[in-house]
Nanobody, 114 residues
Framework: QVQVLESGGGLVQPGGSLRLSCTASGIIFSIYAMGWYRQAPGKQRELVASISSGGRTDYVDSVKGRFTISRDNAKNTAYLQMNNLKPEDTAVYYC????????WGQGTQVTVSS
């Protein structure tokens, strides 16, 4: 059974940092592409950052230079380092693993507020 678990969310002040983790089990993690998505209240879910099985990364323009996606295949874990957070980054963040099938985590709340 595949399990995907995000962690690391919380409340942070504008300009602060958080690191999200996404740990998976029940799959061969290294062959999966990973994506971090977010969904703010009343908005559609959007892709924030992605990393291929080979390590190629891509980011939505609004987070370029502030967020960094990475993966540690030995730990079956992907990360999203978020720096210089802004109130508009407030959302539930989800990770998705993609290969032949897609697997989603349950999400972790990130709130950026003073």
């Amino acid at each position: 059974q595949v399990q995907v678990l995000e962690s690391g969310g919380g409340l942070v002040q504008p300009g602060g940092s958080l690191r999200l983790s996404c740990t998976a089990s029940g799959i061969i993690f290294s062959i999966y592409a990973m994506g971090w998505y977010r969904q703010a209240p009343g908005k559609q879910r959007e892709l924030v950052a992605s990393i291929s099985s080979g390590g190629r990364t891509d980011y939505v323009d609004s987070v370029k230079g502030r967020f960094t996606i990475s993966r540690d295949n030995a730990k079956n874990t992907a990360y999203l380092q978020m720096n210089n957070l802004k109130p508009e980054d407030t959302a539930v963040y989800y990770c998705k693993l993609s290969y032949e099938y897609e697997h989603w985590g349950q999400g972790t709340q990130v709130t950026v507020s003073s």
